[in-house]
């Protein structure tokens, strides 16, 4: 179709997952390589097969692209070269809430030239939100990334969790710049829910090592600890709506248990 | 007739080190104490102590016992496994500036506990971590100890330790970085600084026996560090056995350092500067230094370790940061002496 | 009590430097250990210690292999005091002297009374009693010399292996050091000590073994060892003859006479003074 975009290269893993699930395929020329990382992604399945670049400015011109994609915060060395080419490209923002989220959607599926399919994915989050029941009890929660790093109120996280009808802890303990709470800090914020990555073995690392702190396991003996991947989290998308249903359905197993 | 002479001699060497290992385990204590009660959330620390007597493994209990009191016991483990193998390898070596972190010992202790974590081989096997540090940490000591036997200098040891802490520190960033994990390369940090931030119990049964067993055979080696103060050949007519003495040394180096900096990283410089300063209290020989050298190491870990919990800056600095800005210069003023006395 | 070699070879690196030595030195004799440069001295007091392991024949200690004695026996029967040793760190003289009193310690003790006299008695026969306190670094090579010599005393072994113990010596000390030595030979000590000095080892030894190339070239009483061939063969030296008002006689190295082979190469490096 005459206008739209068929050489559409993504710089951000978030926009990758837009890209992948509103555009053609043929009309995707190159994903991040974070998108192919189903520990990450939520396209992993989608992307298989499709070019992957690192960002680098001289793979991105090779390319040709006629639409380039980029992420607020990732390859700006990048964004900037494609700017001074007179070739700026589309730069995503980070949403604060679900508004966010489904402007973002209608965005990227207008760039891409199927604005149907941004309306219908925008339809289906807010299908799955309606069907949520939150709990009855307005339940602490405290939500735990590798390193400790947690939802910072104020985030789409944060609204997450409120959308779920649960308080986020992380508001009342110190976080440092970079928004990891220390250990035992989230310990002590007595949490009622603790949210954790889902428990994929996966490769070591010390960061994800803390997340198996004997403390922790402790909690989770104490059935407090919830497993939602982290690649639900990440990126503003339809699959946001899925985090919330699962917050509400770990609030709801674990009212009952805490009010006897 | 020589009574009050042999009273001086007998006496004021052996009661006052007594008095200062008395007084450094004192400190240590305390200071564990201390670290127990800093944090960074409000803990009442009697309760917990009450909830986890009374086996309720309440969240305050659980905080106590899992995190306050690992870090602080990792600090002084550490901490002594650190200061008495400085002691041991300066007497050892006859060089004052040894220390396992300046030899490289202690970077080669990270790459090898490197590559056993971000390898898996530590998922599969618990004991494979220390076992990777030793590994590392007993191949630097062998190499040192060579280059010792060939008569290498001060000068020359440094050289070779600056070599090996190089290479040992760029393989392991280029381990990290062929990690799979997408963290790992950012956790280099932590190998090459220390940090006994968010540790756990597991990790102090994990060093304990080796740490242990390390340290009863750098221990065992005390009379002869004195002997070989007058050489080896002295040393050896003393009846002696310098090889088992340097079996004993190399590997009792390696467990301490190489199990320690496997749960804590390589924190440098506490080797180097604790003998020094435990000296002018105990005198030159060498073996009265090594317990001293032990108890002030960790003392001066876990003073580090409060340091850096009590600065206001998050994260919290590593503590390689802080016992490298008292280490660097204590160094550099020691070779500045030892250039002007030669 | 007495220590003996046999047929004792030792190889360093492929070099034959003991080829064939056989002496003894028993309780109460004061044996000279002489000879030039690079002749095997300080190598056969090490064979002698056991420091240093023959290719052929033993050491034996009252007829007993020294292989075949603990290293803690030997150390107490055996002490040594090394060439140019050094004092690695700033100790005090008294805990210097001390280190002799280590074969005797038992483990985990402290020195003992008898620990304690022994070191007094070693430093005042060494003369360093009044330097007790001093350390390493404030020591003139004297009284390091004689420091070490005192922490070789303090042993009281029944042999004690001295290699050039007078030589960074002042004359003053020199003769005190020899008077020492031959007095505790005299007490029941065997002593063999390697000496440069020809005066001084005729003056006070029982005894001189000269050694040259590797092999025993004399091993008699001073006036029989340091015949004129032999002092010119072995040393390339003349001497001069006298005798003292008491009809003791001495020699006086005077002359150089002829090459001396072993001046040009120091096989082993084992023997530089």
Known sequence: ?260 | ?342 | MRLSAEELRVRLQDRSILDGVSLSVEAGEFVGLVGPNGAGKTTLMRALAGLVPPSAGHVLLDGRPLSAISRDERARRLAVLVQSAGIGWPMRVSEVVALGRLPHRRAFAGPSEADHAAVARAMARADVTHLRERTEPSLSSGERMRVLLARALAVEAEILLADEPITALDPAHQLDAMSLLRGISRAGTGVVAVLHDLTLAARFCDRLVVLSEGRIVADARPALALTDPLLRAAFGITVLRGTDADGTSYILPWHRSGRLREDDHDPAGQDRS
């Open chain 2, 1 to 342: 007739m020589n009574a009050p002479m042999s009273f001086v001699t007998r006496t004021t060497p052996q009661a006052s080190s007594r008095r200062l290992v008395a007084g450094l385990v004192l400190l240590t204590a305390i200071l564990i104490v201390a670290s127990v009660a800093v944090g960074y959330a409000a803990l009442d620390l009697p309760a917990a102590l009450g909830d986890w007597l009374a086996g309720r493994s309440t969240l305050p209990a659980l905080v106590l016992m899992e995190l306050r009191l690992p870090r602080a016991l990792l600090g002084a483990l550490v901490g002594f496994s650190l200061g008495l193998t400085g002691a041991v390898m300066q007497g050892y070596l006859r060089n004052p500036l040894a220390d396992p972190g300046i030899l490289g010992i202690s970077s080669a202790a990270a790459l090898g506990a490197v590559v056993v974590f971000y390898g898996g081989l530590a998922g599969s096997l618990t004991l494979a971590l220390p076992l990777g540090g030793i590994a590392g940490a007993a191949l630097a000591a062998l190499g040192v100890n060579l280059l010792a036997a060939r008569g290498t200098g001060t000068l020359g040891l440094i050289l070779a330790g600056v070599g090996l802490s190089s290479l040992a520190g760029a393989l392991t960033a280029l381990a990290l970085n062929l990690a799979p994990n997408p963290y790992a390369a950012l956790e280099i940090v932590f190998w090459l600084m220390g940090s006994l931030a968010d540790r756990s119990m597991d990790h102090v049964w994990l060093c304990l026996p080796l740490m242990i067993l390390g340290w009863i055979l750098m221990l065992s080696t005390a009379r002869a560090l004195d002997a070989l103060a007058l050489g080896e050949d002295t040393a050896a007519s003393l009846g002696f056995d310098l090889v088992s003495v340097r079996i004993r040394i190399v590997t009792g180096a390696a467990l301490a350092v190489g199990s320690g900096v496997a749960v804590s990283g390589a924190i440098g410089f506490v080797g180097l500067v604790v003998p020094h300063l435990v000296r002018p209290l105990v005198g030159a020989r060498p073996g009265a230094s090594l317990w001293p050298s032990g108890l002030l190491g960790a003392v001066l870990v876990l003073g580090a370790d409060l340091v850096v919990r009590l600065l206001p800056t998050r994260p919290e600095l590593k503590l390689g940061v802080v016992t490298a800005l008292v280490g660097a210069p204590f160094l550099i003023a020691l070779l500045f002496r030892q250039g002007r006395g030669r």
């Open chain 1, 1 to 260: 179709m005459p206008g739209w975009p068929s050489r559409i290269v993504s710089l951000n893993l978030c926009a990758d997952e837009l890209v992948l699930r509103l555009a053609d395929r043929g009309q995707v020329a190159a994903v991040t390589y974070l998108a192919g990382d189903p520990r990450g992604s939520t396209v992993a399945a989608q992307a298989a097969g499709v070019p992957v670049t690192r960002g680098l400015a001289e793979e991105i011109v090779a390319l040709k692209p006629d639409l380039v994609i980029a992420g607020a915060f990732t390859t700006r060395t990048t964004v900037g070269l494609l700017k001074r080419i007179g070739f700026p490209p589309l730069e995503l923002g980070v949403p604060a809430n679900f508004d966010g989220v489904r402007a973002q959607i209608r965005q990227v599926a207008a760039a891409v030239g199927h604005p149907e399919r941004g309306e219908a994915m925008v339809a289906e989050l807010d299908a799955t939100l309606a069907r949520v029941v939150p709990a009855s009890r307005r339940l602490r929660v405290l939500v735990l990334r590798p390193n400790a790093f947690t939802v910072s109120p104020g985030s789409l996280g944060d609204a997450i969790i409120r959308a779920a009808g649960l308080v986020n802890v992380a508001a009342e303990i110190g976080r440092d710049r970079t928004g990891s709470v220390p250990l035992e800090a989230a310990a002590l914020a007595d949490a009622d829910l603790v949210v954790v990555d889902a428990g994929e073995t996966g490769t070591p690392s010390l960061a994800d090592a803390l997340l198996h702190h004997p403390i922790l396991e402790r909690l989770r003996a104490q059935g407090r600890t919830v497993p939602i991947p982290n690649r639900l989290w990440t990126c503003p998308g339809p699959q946001v709506a899925e985090v919330v249903v699962r917050l509400a359905a770990a609030a709801r197993a674990r009212t009952p248990m805490k009010t006897p």
